[in-house]
């Protein structure tokens, strides 16, 4: 018998950033699960303009309808693919709130990511409104990182909704450090 210490350290990865390895099916099947809890119903992943969606979930509460749409991905470096793939959905279903869905990533490579080239990344997720979701099947844990539903039944179901929120934290530590470089250029 396995116990369940022994099937977490199959999912780290090895090596200099440890990371969890999960497939995009496990992500896909934790999320949808999230969803139906939070009172969704799955919907077709017909294309929305130019892309398909990885999921698309509804739900109608009195007058108001709520559409998420996500692709998911197994790690940050299909994460640039994935988010221009979201702006178009975005752009073509302006109502619709999409998500990029990730397994838990290290730490230190996605603050790397996000701030890149003055936390380009971060900024753009921002200015489309588009949001970043860890999953964690294993735990079946979701984290909403960047952004928030609009749905507050949805919120309700995030782990650690709000103090795990990274928005907050990164805005002002990134406006900062971006102030902090233009001071160092302008001397």
């Known amino acids: 018998m396995r116990d369940d210490t022994e099937g977490s350290e199959h999912r780290i990865s090895e090596g200099e950033f440890r990371h969890y390895v999960f497939s995009i099916a496990d992500v896909r099947a934790e999320t949808e699960r999230l969803l139906k809890q939070a009172g969704y119903t799955l919907r077709a992943t017909n294309y929305m303009g130019l892309v398909a969606p990885d999921f698309r979930a509804k739900r109608t509460s009195g007058a108001s309808n709520f559409d998420v749409v996500g692709i998911i991905r197994e790690n940050l470096d299909q994460a640039l693919e994935a988010l221009i793939k979201l702006a178009a959905i975005k752009a073509a279903k302006p109502d619709a709130e999409c998500v990029l869905v990730l397994p838990p990533i290290n730490e230190y490579l996605l603050i ?9 990344w971060y900024f753009g997720m921002k ?11 294993e735990n079946h844990t979701t984290i909403c990182f960047i952004g928030s539903p609009s749905d507050a039944q949805l919120r309700k179901h995030f782990y650690m909704m709000g103090v795990m929120s990274f928005d907050n934290r ?3 530590l990134f ?8 001071e160092e250029e302008e001397e």
């Open 112 to 120: 790397e990511w996000l701030t890149d080239n003055n936390a380009r």
């Open 127 to 137: 200015d489309s409104q588009l949001m970043l979701w860890f999953s964690n099947p």
């Open 170 to 172: 990164a805005s002002l």
């Open 175 to 182: 406006r900062n450090r971006l102030v902090a470089e233009e």
